[in-house]
């Protein structure tokens, strides 16, 4: 595999066929607690997805220099060393979004889509494919999150992005904008999802594009690529 073709490969993996939100599941702790607005989720995926890229290139940069045993803390340590830097620039720069953002922006540090890409991907991999891994995972995240917080604002407030969208005759559904909210609208698009999948899959079309995600048993999916590996 070439690295032009690895690098769409790595973004079409992200956005869409192991999409972290909607196919894997994962991050769930932000996806349901700061997508009260798509401003709120739009920036919580831009920021994780920073932190996913540059940690993700510097743990494959630094994967043969990583004892094995603490490779765990070392990924934290290089993660929380971006959150920081991320957490610094927006309360610097958008104090806004640093509010509304709050304690979540810090655990980033313990984002099971991070850890998980550092430990299955970034720790196994070239830096440029790393890279690009954490770009396509974070835009996988920061589009759902988006999608998730457009439909909860334009529900419970009417408007997207702030700008009115709804009639002046409209009467929000409030309970969008709050926690029962983000459980709602998360079940609703991903059965979306699922029946566009079932749908097509009933004309005889190739749906494994979509949610397809990985079909093998994660607690032994390392031992298994080791076992190939000796082959």
Do not use: W
């Not at 973004?11 to 909607?22: C, D, H, M």
């Not at 994962?26 to 996913?52: F, I, R």
């Not at 060393?81 to 979540?104: C, N, R």
Request: aromatic share 8%.
């Amino acid at each position: 595999m070439n690295h032009k073709s690895g690098i769409t490969e790595r973004l079409y993996n992200g956005i869409v066929k192991e999409n972290p939100t909607f196919v894997l599941m994962l991050g769930m702790c932000p996806t349901l607690a700061v997508t009260t607005s798509a401003v709120n989720g739009l920036g919580m995926g831009l920021t994780t997805m920073v932190v996913l890229a540059l940690s993700n290139m510097i743990i494959s940069a630094m994967r043969s220099i990583i004892p094995d045993k603490v490779r765990i803390p070392a990924y934290i340590v290089i993660i929380a060393t971006f959150v920081t830097v991320m957490q610094l620039l927006l309360q610097g720069f958008l104090p806004s979004l640093y509010e509304a953002l709050g304690i979540y922006i810090p655990l980033i540090v313990v984002n099971c889509i991070i850890l998980g890409r550092a430990e299955s991907y970034a720790s196994k991999s070239s830096v440029i494919l790393s890279l690009f891994d954490g770009i396509g995972m974070g835009l996988g995240f920061s589009v759902a999150l988006t999608c998730i917080g457009a439909v909860r604002e334009l529900l419970g407030a009417g408007e997207i992005f702030g700008f009115r969208v709804m009639p002046a005759s409209y009467v929000p559904f409030s309970i969008f904008v709050m926690a029962p909210g983000a459980f709602f609208v998360l079940a609703c698009l991903t059965a979306v999802q699922n029946k566009i999948k079932i749908n097509g899959e009933k004309k005889g079309k190739d749906m494994s594009k979509i949610q397809s995600g990985c079909a093998h048993d994660c607690m032994n999916c390392g031992q298994k690529c080791k076992e190939k590996e000796e082959k």
